[in-house]
């Protein structure tokens, strides 16, 4: 049997978590936030107080850290050294740990090896940053999901609020999403890339709804 992979790119915000969950819902399929496992190496360095920039602290802390992925009543649930850390990895500060650490060659090439561990032998819909480009090149299905910055940052507020974070601004969501954009395009391990073969996608100013519809008529095709 032939297995496939359904590759999910973009920046921060963008709406590529909802769609995917969306797909797998739809599709019957297993979905893989990759997002959420640099977000738990980004929350173990704030745990154990590691300048999330430090190349040399944070290769030793990944010769040990322990990342785990796990399933239960159609959630995606995250292990970090043998703690659920789902709601944890989603707090105020993680985001921009994460997108630091994802920026080390080595914490990229240990995810990179578990995501593709984790999908082995499956039909899989992942998200990311570099799932195209680097997890999986030959992916059946490849997307590239974009947005206005400004949109993605009140999408994210919205998200953050009904979380009950009532005490963040607009604009500290705003910069942080710049700030993971401009770490995103630059950084020189599997920087986020629109891969030629990507169907790319504007969700600007079009529901979910309509976005996952869009998305599934191209794999329906």
């Given amino acids: 049997m032939e297995y ?17 969950k969306g797909v797998a819902n739809k599709l019957g399929i297993l979905y893989l936030d990759t997002g959420a496992m640099y977000r738990a190496c980004g929350l173990c360095a704030l745990n154990n107080k590691i ?17 785990d992925i796990t399933h239960e009543d159609g959630s995606q649930h995250v292990w ?23 920026a080390i060659p080595c914490v990229r090439e240990a995810m990179v090896d578990l995501q593709r561990k984790i999908s082995e032998g499956k ?28 949109e993605r940052a009140r999408r994210r507020l919205l998200e ?24 995103d ?3 020189a391990s599997s920087p986020l890339v629109k891969v030629e073969d990507a169907i790319e996608i504007d969700t600007t100013s079009i529901s979910i709804e309509e976005t996952l519809d869009t998305l599934l008529s191209y794999i329906k095709e």
């Fill in 4 to 20: 496939y992979q359904i590759a999910i790119d973009g920046p921060s915000g963008s709406g590529k978590s909802t769609l995917a």
């Fill in 51 to 67: 300048d999330t920039k430090d190349e040399e602290k944070i290769r030793k802390m990944m010769e040990t850290i322990r990342i």
């Fill in 80 to 102: 970090l050294d043998g703690k659920d850390v789902s709601t944890d990895i989603r707090l105020p500060g993680v985001s921009v740990a994460a997108s630091d650490v994802s």
């Fill in 123 to 150: 039909n899989v819909v992942l998200d990311g940053r570099d799932i195209g480009s680097k997890v999986f090149p030959n992916a059946k299905y490849k997307f590239f999901l974009v947005a206005a910055a400004e």
């Fill in 160 to 183: 953050m609020k009904e979380k009950g974070a009532t005490d963040i601004t607009f604009e500290e969501v705003l910069r942080d999403i710049q700030y993971r954009d401009h770490q």
């Fill in 185 to 187: 395009t630059t950084r």
